[in-house]
C-alpha cells in the first residue's frame, strides 16, 4: 500500500468513532434529561444530569421482575446449550456414530430458519398441546429457556466442535490405558482442556438470548417477560416516556457491554459460525 | 472406537430438544397449512381445505409488498454494508496510532441488542426529540417525519442497519486481508500497475470467497430482520417498512388465523430455506473445491 499520513487515518477514525458512537451517547443523554427539557432545543453537551428515570426504572417492582427474568433466562440458556453442545461434540467427535456429518449439518438448518415463522406453531404449541394439567409452557421461564435451546443449541455446538476436535485423542486413549472410565476421561482430561472454548461458546449464547426480543414478546404474557419485551412496551405507549424508554435501553445495554469487553476479539467468529477467524 | 453406546447417550439430549423443539413445531406449522382454523372466527373448528391457503397467499397483496419490501432493504443494506465495510477494512489496513481502540469502538454496534439498536435510533429521529430531524431543519431546511413519509422511513432502517452491522463486514473483511499474500502486490506495484487494477485484478478475486461468505451471512440475518425496524418504525407509515417477520408477528399472528397464518409461516420458510441452498451452492461452497 502507498505510504500515507498515519495523522489522517487517526483523523478519519476519530470521525468514524463519532458516528458509531455517537447515537449510544444520546441514547444516555435523553436518559438523563427531565422530560420538559427534551422538547426545547436538543443540546448535545449536557450540563446538568437528572438520575431520577433510572432511579424510578430501577425501584419499577416490574421492571425488576423482567430483568430477574431475563437473567435466569439468559444463565440458563446459556448453561443448558453449552452442556448439551459439549455432551454432543465429544459425541461426533469421538465416536463413530453412523451419519454424524448429517446430524451435524442438520442443526445448523435449524438456526437458518427465521424466528417470526416459528411464532404461530410455538405459541400454539405452547398454548395448547405441550399442556400437563394446569401447567403449559406459555409464560413460563423454563419455556422460553427450551425454547431458545432451538437457535442457540445449533451454535454452540457449531462453534464448540473445533474446540473438541481440536484435543488430541491420545490423551482420551492414554487416560483409558491408565484405567479411567469414559465419564472421568471427560471430566478429568477433556472438561479442563476445553473450558477456554466453552467460555466463548456460553458468553456468546448468553448474550444472545439477552437480547432476544421477538420470541419473548409473542410467548410470555405477565411472568416471564424479560427486559426486552419491557423495553417494547414503552413504545406502544406511544413514546410519553422517552427517558424513561432509554433509561430501560442502557439498562438492557449494560450486561452486553461488560460481556464485550470480555469476549471482545471472539464476537467476530461468533457472529459468523466460525468461518472467520482472527 | 468404544462402544457406539455410549456416543448415541451423550448424543441423546441434543437430538431430543431439537427434535421437539425445532422439527416437532416445524411439522405442526406445516400440517396446520392445509387446514382452515380459526378458533374465534366464524368456524371454530379444525377443517382440512388441501392447499387452499396457499392458492390464498398468492393473491394476498399485503403479503406480496411485504416480501417486496424485505429483499428491497435486503439489496440496499447489505450492498452498502459490503462497500463502506470494506473501505473501512482497508483503513485498517495501514498502521496508525490507537489502531486497536478505534477497532474496539467500531465493534461495538455488533452486541447492542436490537431492540435497544432500535430504540436508540428512534431517539435521534423523532421528530421533536431527534437530534437528526433538529439539525437537518436548521442547517438545510428539509423536514424528516420518520412517521410520515415512507421513503425517509425505509432509508432510516437501512442507514440503522448500516450502523449495527456494517462492523461485521469490516472486521471479516479485515480477516480476509490480512490473511493474503504480500508477494502479488509487492509484485503488481514493481510492474506499475495503478490501485484500481490492483484492487480489480489482484484483491477482489483473492478476497472473493470472504465476500461472498459475508454477504451470505448478512443476506439471511437482514431478511429477518423484525425487532430493530419494529422499534423505529413499527412497520409503518403503512406498510412502507413492513418487513417480512413484521408482517408475521403483527398483521399475520394476531388475526389467529391459524391456518393461514401457518401457510405464510412455511412459505416464508420454504422461499429462506432454498435461498439459504441457492446462495450456499452458488456462492459458498464452490471455493471450497478450489483449494
Known sequence: MRPSNPWLNVALWVILSFTTLFPIYWLFVISVKPAVDLFTTPSVILDTVYWRNYVEVFHDPTLRRYMTNSLIVSTGNAVLCSVLAFMACYALS???IGGKENIFFWTITNRMAPAAV????????????????????YDTRIGLILLYSTFNLPFAIW??????????RELDEAATVDGASTWQTIREVIWPLAKPGLAVTFILIWVFAWNEFLLAATLTSFNARTITTGLSEYVTTTGTEWGKMAAISIFTLIPALIIFSMVQRHIVAGLTFGAVKE | MRSNKVGWLLLTPTLLLLGVFGILPFIYVLF??????????ASPDRI?????????????????????????????????????GYLLAQLFMREFPGRAVFRTIHTLPLI???????????????PSIGIIPYYANQLFGIDINIGRDAGTAFMFTVIMDIWHWTPLVTLTLLAALLSLPKEPFEQAQIDGASRAQIFWHITLPMIRPAILATVFIRLMDALRTVDEVWMLTGGGPGAATRYIGLHIWKVV?????Y???????????????????????????????GN
Not at chain 2, 420458510?269 to 456462492?283: D, E, F, I, P, R
Open chain 1, 159 to 168: 462453534t464448540l466442535r473445533p474446540t473438541i476436535d481440536g484435543i488430541p
Open chain 2, 48 to 84: 382440512f381445505i388441501w392447499g387452499n391457503n396457499f392458492r390464498r397467499l398468492v393473491f394476498d397483496g399485503e403479503f406480496l409488498l411485504s416480501i417486496w419490501v424485505t429483499l428491497k432493504f435486503a439489496f440496499f443494506a447489505v450492498f452498502s454494508e459490503i462497500v463502506i
Open chain 2, 253 to 257: 399472528f394476531p388475526k389467529t388465523d
Open chain 2, 112 to 126: 447492542v441488542a436490537p431492540i435497544v439498536v432500535g430504540s436508540v435510533w428512534r431517539l435521534m429521529t423523532t
Open chain 1, 118 to 137: 416459528f411464532l404461530l406453531p410455538f405459541f400454539l404449541l405452547f398454548t395448547k398441546v405441550f399442556v400437563i394439567g394446569d401447567f403449559k409452557l
Open chain 1, 94 to 96: 469421538r465416536y463413530d
Open chain 2, 32 to 41: 396446520l397449512s392445509f387446514h382452515q382454523w380459526n378458533p374465534f372466527g
Open chain 2, 259 to 289: 391456518g393461514y397464518g401457518s401457510a405464510i409461516s412455511v412459505i416464508v420458510l420454504y422461499l429462506t430455506l432454498v435461498m439459504c441452498w441457492m446462495l450456499y451452492v452458488g456462492l459458498v461452497a464452490p471455493r471450497n473445491k
